[in-house]
């Protein structure tokens, strides 16, 4: 029969074997879900004030997941104004574990004359079941006789109202960002991109063609266990099992004295 100390030992290294097995299958066990909203939209738009003559265009995400676009050509009006803006969005999934939207723009306006503007938005609303990570990068640039536009990009908690990541709306000839990255709860969220061509900014005076372009990228990532947890558990184990090895070298020992 097994002694006291024997049964002790065998069951102790029992318990962290299922520690083990536990903390390196319970992240596939418990994989991350992340459903789209089809309300989710995009919104490409233009228009000339001075001739009252703007037009828009919408797409909603009702295929999720995949992509779609959104456009309008405004052509030659009174003042001479032609518009090309385009929005588009696309997910993927790059790789295990990993969910990818992309929001991009492109916008060409001719300001012929003043307060013309050019716009496209995006808003995507999904909702996430457990805790995910997230890196969220984005850029903007404009260029032509009105070298700058407004940008507003952010992340947003829609169950608290609380902004993950929030640029407020800026007024810019260029913006870039990288490596905003942090840790998101279970619930609903709406990732938000705007571009905004203006020929308010940076002066009312300039006119001609322009174009300006917006990219923004929110990467989710399910968390998997980090190694130095799995090492810690296996460092114990190989204690447990040294421990119970040298009891019983020693007790061998004793017995022949």
């Known amino acids: 029969m097994l002694k006291r100390n024997s049964k002790k030992t065998i069951f102790s290294i029992f318990i962290v074997f299922f520690i083990l097995a536990f903390a390196g299958g319970f992240n596939s066990a418990s994989a991350l879900t992340i459903t789209l909203d089809p309300l989710s939209k995009m ?22 997941p995949g992509s779609g676009s959104a456009n309008v050509i405004q052509g030659t009006i009174p003042g001479g104004i032609y518009t090309d803006t385009t929005a588009s969005y696309n997910f993927t999934t790059p790789g295990a574990g990993q969910a990818s939207f992309n929001a991009s723009s492109s916008l060409a306006i001719d300001f012929a004359t003043a307060f013309d503007w050019s716009i496209t938005e995006h808003s995507t609303l999904f909702n996430i079941d457990d805790s995910a ?18 940008i507003h990009l952010y992340l947003k908690n829609t169950d608290t109202a609380t902004m993950v990541f ?24 709406e990732f938000f991109m705007r571009t905004d061509l203006d020929s308010r900014f940076p002066s009312v005076t300039d006119s001609g063609l ?21 090492a810690l558990l296996g460092i114990g184990l190989v204690g447990l099992v040294g421990a119970a090895v040298r009891r019983r070298v020693k007790k061998a020992k004793h017995y022949k004295q």
């Open 43 to 64: 919104t490409a738009s233009a228009a000339n004030n001075e001739a009252s003559n703007g037009t828009s265009a919408n797409s909603d995400f009702t295929s999720l």
């Open 133 to 150: 990570l997230y890196d969220l990068s984005g850029t903007f640039s404009a260029s032509g006789a009105v070298t700058g536009g407004f």
């Open 166 to 189: 929030d640029t407020g709306t800026l007024a810019t000839t260029s913006y870039s960002i990288s490596g905003q990255t942090g840790t998101l709860v279970s619930g609903n969220y």
């Open 210 to 230: 322009s174009t300006g372009t917006g990219d923004s990228t929110l990467l989710i990532t399910e968390p998997v266990p980090e190694p130095t947890t799995i």
